[in-house]
């Protein structure tokens, strides 16, 4: 008569002692389990609707700015994405008075004067607020 009992090595199982009461204590062997990538989940951030500006509803803003006569200055701002080349303000008179007039929608705008190379505040302009450079940008409101 054959046992029905498997022996331990055609089962795959060793035999790793006996215990105590004299039963064979068989270690079962693991198979590694291949590691998935970790993902990486990022939060959903609702975006809100972008609110349509009318169109046409342009107002017209003047820039206006004293230094000394026959200096170059510009206006640069996230308007005109900081490209103070776009906007020349021009002394008409002679006397150090620039001014240039641009178009604007209605809403809030940071900007700077260009003059002579070096970016300046408004200095008729308490408004402004700290920029990402660790200097201040001007702040006007179109309503």
């Known amino acids: 008569m054959q046992s ?3 022996s331990p090595k055609a089962s795959g199982i060793s035999r790793d002692a ?3 009461t004299g ?3 068989v270690a ?3 198979t590694p389990v291949a590691k998935t990538p970790a993902v990486k989940t990022t939060a959903l ?3 809100e609707p972008v609110a349509k500006k009318p169109a046409g509803k342009h107002k017209h803003v003047k820039f206006q700015v004293q230094t000394k006569p026959g200096s170059r200055v510009y206006l640069g701002g996230d308007f005109n994405e900081w490209n103070h080349l776009i906007q020349e ?3 008409e008179a002679g006397n150090g008075v620039y001014e240039v007039v641009i178009a604007l929608e209605p809403g ?3 900007y700077k004067f260009h003059i002579n190379d070096a970016w300046c505040v408004d200095p008729e302009n308490p408004n402004f ?3 990402a450079m660790g200097t201040l940008n001007s702040v006007i409101i179109v309503e």
């Open 4 to 6: 029905s009992k498997k």
């Open 18 to 20: 006996t215990t105590q």
């Open 23 to 25: 039963k064979t204590a």
């Open 28 to 30: 079962v062997k693991k």
């Open 45 to 47: 951030v609702k975006k």
């Open 89 to 91: 303000l021009i002394d």
């Open 108 to 110: 809030i705008y940071e």
């Open 129 to 131: 607020r700290p920029n």
